[in-house]
């Protein structure tokens, strides 16, 4: 088993969807959690982290953590075609500093 | 501006080749990361180092090995490329919680 699963999609919406990106994990000691996005043929950019449990909300992107589940999620709430990205979700711990896993990958595409 | 270096966008290699991938971070960063990204697997983490001289196995490290002489150079080397090799290879460099990211070396063995 994968230490982090993330369905590969593709997922494709329309403009102005709001969109649930999702990750389960195993390894509970994972303490940071972390979100990237990849535009074609650049590396991965990070877009939000979250430690621990909870929620973080940064303009039309939300990412919650819920530990008890090993479930991590990001929602981008009004969907632009300029979100069109592969997203990959990221864990690291214990420490900050660490081995840092990332799961397969969601690609997104946004309609207009 | 923060700057991961591959030096190498695409590179073309036959079977049994040695290979040297090389990354330069100009962050001052202590830990340095080679993936390699293939469809539908994600990124897969081949090797890490957390200091010069020091490194760790990722979860495939098979066929490869590494060398950080230099806290800002960490170099991934294929012994004898094989078919099975051909992916796209991104370096990382992290100091707390981003890390940052090359633009990736595309590797074809033929």
């Given at each position: 088993q994968?230490?982090?699963?993330?369905?590969?999609?593709?997922?494709?919406?329309?403009?102005g969807a709001i969109v649930s990106?999702?990750?389960t994990y195993s390894n509970s000691a994972f303490q940071y959690f972390m979100w990237y996005r990849q535009y074609s043929r650049k590396g991965p950019e990070l877009?939000?982290?979250?430690?621990?449990?909870?929620?973080?909300?940064?303009?039309?992107?939300?990412?919650?953590?819920d530990k008890s589940s090993k479930y991590i999620s990001l929602f981008i709430r009004d969907s632009q075609p300029s979100d069109s990205a592969t997203y990959l979700c990221a864990m690291s711990g214990p420490g900050n500093t660490g081995k840092l896993i990332f799961g397969q990958g969601t690609t997104l595409q946004v309609k207009p | 501006d923060v700057k991961v270096t591959q030096s190498s966008r695409y590179?073309?290699?036959?079977?049994?080749?040695?290979?040297?991938?090389?990354?330069?971070?100009?962050?001052?960063h202590e830990n340095m990361f080679w993936y390699r990204q293939d469809p539908g697997l994600g990124l897969r983490l081949i090797y890490f180092s957390y200091d010069v001289k020091m490194k760790e196995k990722g979860d495939i490290p098979e066929g490869y090995s590494v060398s950080r002489e230099k806290k800002e150079r960490f170099s991934l080397i294929l012994e004898s490329a094989s078919t099975n090799q051909t992916s796209m290879y991104l370096c990382a460099s992290r100091t707390g919680i981003a890390a940052y990211f090359g633009s990736g070396t595309r590797l074809t063995v033929v």
């Open positions: 994968k230490e982090v699963e993330q369905d590969p999609g593709p997922l494709s919406v329309p403009e990106l999702n990750c877009l939000m982290y979250t430690y621990s449990s909870g929620n973080k909300e940064d303009g039309r992107f939300t990412a919650q953590v | 590179l073309v290699k036959r079977t049994g080749e040695k290979v040297f991938l090389e990354c330069v971070q100009d962050m001052d």
